[in-house]
Structure formats: structure tokens, C-alpha cells
């Protein structure tokens, strides 16, 4: 009675109650689908994707006798592709670059399970950063948790999740906007990108090219590499980001990180990234954990693994050197594969390769990676 002669007290929790259900929507698929964010989230939910892409591939191409690689890392791993392959004239390769941006062990162990369902690869490329074992770092939580695994996942393998990371992937549910990582700069970039977008064509008449003599697969080429110098607001649609039309068309793999950076720059760069990774460093064991279930399945299905320590630069190799987990880690994942009779190589050693362009602090230039895939191949 109190309540029906005073309705205006029920305004406030009205509200609050319809704000946490319109929140609640950012957990459906399609909806999150419109609300993509640069980085992590759309590479995440392109391997998604990309897993059906490859599946289909597979059932189509039973007689293809090319050699089928999985590429498992994080983003030092991103530049081992087809093109790559192809480059060196291995076009005998069929190579998708499955690594993700900050991913973990259990993550190369999720896409390896998903991927044995359909297929059963002839080699597995896996890059392995000893600083992403920190657990302090975060990056189980976020992005692994938050956007590249499934609930089945986490609720087969909740007794390996650190429930520190367990807590902020469950908050990225219960605050489902604020777990899309939503980017306001971003938004205002996209917003003055549709109002002030150039045309392509009179850009192209500058350089004497006619855009209508162009073939459809160079308008497509050329429409997707140029929308990465501009944003819009129609890249919050996944499938009308440029990103995500371009890791397809490479089988997954990423390009754009070409270049060298000039050596004070990445001298301060490589500090960021120590207070980042290195600081406060408390071994994953659930990582380690991930892997051996990893290499026990690539095993048990008869594929074979070739693992890898990625070439980070000068600065960070002897940051390395200083943190004695990140020598425990290095012995433990080589023990790991010799216990699986599967090769593993470190692409920091000069007498491997002494490619030395970094196009930042954290990764190779797109320039070393035909040197990398020469040395892979050797181990075949």
C-alpha cells in the first residue's frame, strides 16, 4: 500500500533493474557482432569464425595432398602465413595462423581440441613467450577468458583457471558492456571517419589509376587495405570490418607489422613492456599445465608439434636473462618437448637467424618471417 501511494520510490530501482537487463543484451552473440572493438576482441572472434572456414576447407579438399599447419602463439606468431609460404616458393604448404593476441597455452589447447574434430593437421607451428606465464599479468582473464574461449571450456577446466582470473572473466558477464572493453576513442575516430570519408576513386585518379578498369578481386584488395587509414562507423559491424576481411583472405595471419623501429624508441618501449610482463612474476603453473594437455593431444592424434621460442629484441633477451622464472619456464617447456620427442627451437639464437628488424618493443617485423619458416621447415 506504501509503495502504490508513493509510486515515484520505485523509480530509481526500476531503473537500475532496467539498465542491468538492456546490459545483460551485450552477452548474445549477434548483438556483441555489432559492437566490435579493434584488437583482442575481433581476432578472437574472427578464429572463431575461422574454424568454420577451415572445417569447410577440409571437407572440400579431401584429395589435397598440400602439407596442412596450424600456427598456435600469440601475436609474435601472427606473421607465420600462406604468403609467407609462398614467397619462399613453398607452395606446397597449407598454412592458417591461428594465434591470438596475448594468448596463453590454454588457448592453443582449446583451438587444437576444436580443430581434431574435423581434421587431423600434419604439423602444428607453436610460438611460445615465456613472459606471457606471468601470472600477474592478467591476459588469462582478459582476452583469453573473456573473449576467446567457450563456457564448456571454462566450466571442463574451472580448477585450472587461477580464481583471480576467474573473477574478472565472471565480472566481464556481469557487466557485459563495460567486458566488450569498449573504446570512446575509438568512437569519436569512427564518428569523424563517416562524416569525413574520402573517395577512393578521386584518390586513385592522383596516382593515374582508373578505379573502373580494376578487377573485382583488386577493388576488394584495394578497398580493404585502404579502410585500415580510415575508420567508420560501420566497422562496429564484425563482418564489414576490414580486419576481419583481411585475416581471412590471409588464412589468419597479420602483415600490417612491417618496418623497423629506430633503436631509443624501442629501448623505451621494451621498459613498458617490463613493468607489463616481467615485474612481480609468478609462474603460471596452470599454463605449464596446458601445454603438456596440448602436446598430449597433438600425440594421441598422430599430428606432429614443432615448438619455438619467438626472437624478441636485444633489450628484452637480456631482461630475460635477469628473471630467473623466466629461465625455469624455458627449461620446463623444453623439457616438455622432449618428453614428446617434438623439436623446439630458439629463434633468439644469432646462429639460427640474425634477422634484427623489430617493428616495435614486443614483435619481429613481417621482414624476418620468411627466415623463421626456412628454419620450421628444416625440422620436417
Not at 573504446?183 to 584518390?203: M, N
Not at 624501442?266 to 621498459?271: D, F, H, P, Y
Not at 639464437?349 to 628488424?357: G, L, R, S, V
Request: a positive charge; one cysteine or more.
Amino acid at each position: 500500500m506504501f509503495l502504490i501511494k508513493k509510486p515515484h520510490l520505485l523509480f530509481f530501482p526500476l531503473l537500475i533493474a532496467g539498465i542491468f537487463l538492456i546490459d545483460k543484451i551485450f552477452l548474445l552473440e549477434n548483438v556483441r557482432d555489432h559492437f566490435i572493438q579493434p584488437g583482442g576482441m575481433l581476432y578472437y572472434r574472427q578464429r572463431k569464425e575461422q574454424l568454420g572456414i577451415l572445417k569447410k576447407y577440409i571437407l572440400h579438399n579431401d584429395n589435397k595432398k598440400n602439407t596442412l599447419i596450424i600456427v598456435l602463439g600469440d601475436s609474435r606468431s601472427l606473421g607465420l602465413g600462406q604468403e609467407i609460404a609462398n614467397y619462399i616458393k613453398k607452395n606446397e604448404l597449407d598454412i592458417w595462423n591461428f594465434a591470438g593476441p596475448q594468448a596463453v597455452p590454454a588457448y592453443y589447447f582449446y583451438i587444437a581440441k576444436k580443430i581434431f574434430k574435423f581434421t587431423k593437421p600434419d604439423y602444428f607451428y607453436i610460438g611460445i613467450s615465456p613472459d606471457a606465464f606471468n601470472r600477474n599479468a592478467g591476459i588469462f582473464a582478459s582476452p583469453v577468458l573473456n573473449y576467446g574461449v567457450d563456457k564448456e571450456f571454462i566450466e571442463t577446466y574451472r580448477t585450472l583457471i587461477p580464481d583471480r582470473d576467474y573473477t574478472v572473466y565472471k565480472k566481464t558477464r556481469l557487466y557485459a558492456l563495460a567486458g566488450l572493453q569498449f573504446s570512446f576513442r575509438t568512437l569519436i575516430k569512427r564518428i569523424k571517419g563517416s562524416l569525413f570519408q574520402t573517395d577512393i576513386e578521386e584518390i586513385l585518379k592522383k596516382f593515374n589509376i582508373n578505379y573502373n578498369k580494376l578487377t573485382l578481386e583488386e577493388k576488394k584488395i584495394l578497398q580493404t587495405l585502404y579502410s585500415f587509414r580510415e575508420e567508420n562507423l560501420s566497422f562496429y559491424n564484425y563482418y564489414k570490418s576490414p580486419q576481419r576481411l583481411l585475416l581471412n583472405m590471409t588464412k589468419g595471419a597479420q602483415y600490417a607489422w612491417f618496418g623497423k623501429m629506430n633503436d631509443n624508441e624501442l629501448k623505451k618501449e621494451t621498459e613498458k613492456l617490463k613493468n607489463l610482463y616481467l615485474n612481480q612474476f609468478i609462474i603460471s603453473q596452470e599454463q605449464l599445465i596446458f601445454l603438456e594437455f596440448l602436446l598430449r593431444e597433438i600425440q594421441k592424434n598422430q599430428s606432429k608439434a614443432i615448438l619455438f621460442f619467438p626472437r624478441v629484441n636485444p633489450y628484452l633477451r637480456e631482461m630475460y636473462k635477469e628473471v630467473p622464472e623466466i629461465q625455469f619456464i624455458k627449461r620446463e617447456i623444453t623439457n616438455k618437448a622432449n618428453q614428446y620427442n617434438f623439436p623446439i627451437i630458439d629463434f633468439n639464437d644469432d646462429k639460427i637467424i640474425n634477422c634484427n628488424d623489430y617493428y616495435d618493443a614486443s614483435h619481429l617485423s613481417v621482414s624476418c618471417f620468411p627466415d623463421v619458416l626456412r628454419v620450421l621447415l628444416k625440422y620436417h
